[in-house]
């Protein structure tokens, strides 16, 4: 036997990974339908089991609780059938909230009503924004750096308006392919320095800044990608996303993360997945 064998040369590395509580918050799918069209998924002519995805959503919100985590929930607005996507109402760093601001008018009373769910829960440091941006449909925070989606909704002014808010640094990244339309369809972040993206979804000058400050990331393949595999959400060790995303499952079992696979199919229909329904609290 080669001695490089013996000393276990080839074999990954996988470090000990530790799950850290959080607080979310979430938007029951009571009003969610399809009936109108702002993304390729979106097709009103199908029909919507809203009873289908209250179980799916409630199933989540229950495996959220399950892992330790606190969920908020943000009473829905009849008429806006897209709040059930939290992650689109705010993002919160460090406690500060810089409100949503929607590109389409479909959705743009959504942000005064997550705005107002932050005033009343106690939050001091609230932007409203100038430039349009999508919570963290497009603002991804990786420890320290917030990784920023422009090209389908947020505005790419929005980026520097949110580094100047939040004082950290913002790494814009361009989307070009319309079924990604938002950061959190084709990357997503598993723990403070790692992130897992499908290249493809990026232009050639955002990839190239991806494999510049990731090296190490995982790379998802077109067909987990296209089940929305990459709209995850990860506490450091448990990373639940769309369990069709059989791949991505295997290749995070691999790096020592516990995947959970979900269905939220009802969901897919209007173009979102866990992520989309899950935004996070960063009160500190
Ligand atoms: N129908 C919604 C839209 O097109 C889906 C939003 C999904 N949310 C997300 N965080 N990607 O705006």
Redesign the pocket.
């Known amino acids: 036997m080669p001695y490089t064998d013996v000393i276990g040369a080839g074999r990954e590395a996988t470090p000990a990974r530790t799950a850290v509580p959080r607080r979310l918050l979430m938007c029951r799918p009571s009003h969610y339908d399809v009936y109108y069209s702002?993304?390729p998924w979106?097709q009103p002519e199908k029909p919507v089991d809203t009873g289908l995805a209250l179980l799916q959503w409630e199933r989540l919100r229950e495996l959220y609780t399950s892992l330790g985590h606190t969920v908020e929930v943000i009473e829905p607005v009849p008429g806006l059938p897209?709040m059930v996507?939290a992650?689109?109402g705010a993002t919160v760093v460090d406690g500060k909230v810089l409100a949503a601001r929607f590109r389409?008018m479909e959705?743009t009373a959504e942000g005064p009503a997550y705005l107002s769910w932050f005033r009343r829960n106690g939050y001091q440091e609230l932007l409203w924004p100038e430039f349009i941006n999508?919570g963290?449909?497009d603002y991804l925070p990786v420890g320290r750096r917030i990784l920023a989606g422009t090209g389908f909704r947020t505005d790419q002014r929005s980026h520097h308006e949110a580094q100047e808010f939040f004082g950290l640094p913002v790494t814009s990244l361009t989307l070009v392919n319309p079924r990604h339309?938002?950061l959190?369809?084709a990357l997503s972040v598993l723990s403070d320095t790692e992130i897992m993206y499908w290249p493809e979804a990026f232009t050639p000058g955002s990839r190239a800044v991806l494999r510049e400050l990731y090296p190490d990331a995982l790379l998802a393949t077109e067909q987990d990608a296209a089940v929305f595999g990459l709209?995850a959400f990860s506490d450091g060790y448990n990373v639940l996303l769309p369990q069709a995303a059989s791949g991505l499952i295997e290749q995070l079992k691999a790096r020592g993360f516990n995947p959970v696979g979900v269905d939220l199919s009802e969901l897919l229909l209007?173009?979102?997945s866990v992520?989309?329904c899950t935004l996070e609290l960063r009160d500190h």
Do not use: L, V
């Open positions: 702002i993304n979106m897209d996507f992650a689109n389409h959705r999508e963290e449909g339309y938002h959190d369809t709209n209007a173009g979102g992520k989309c």
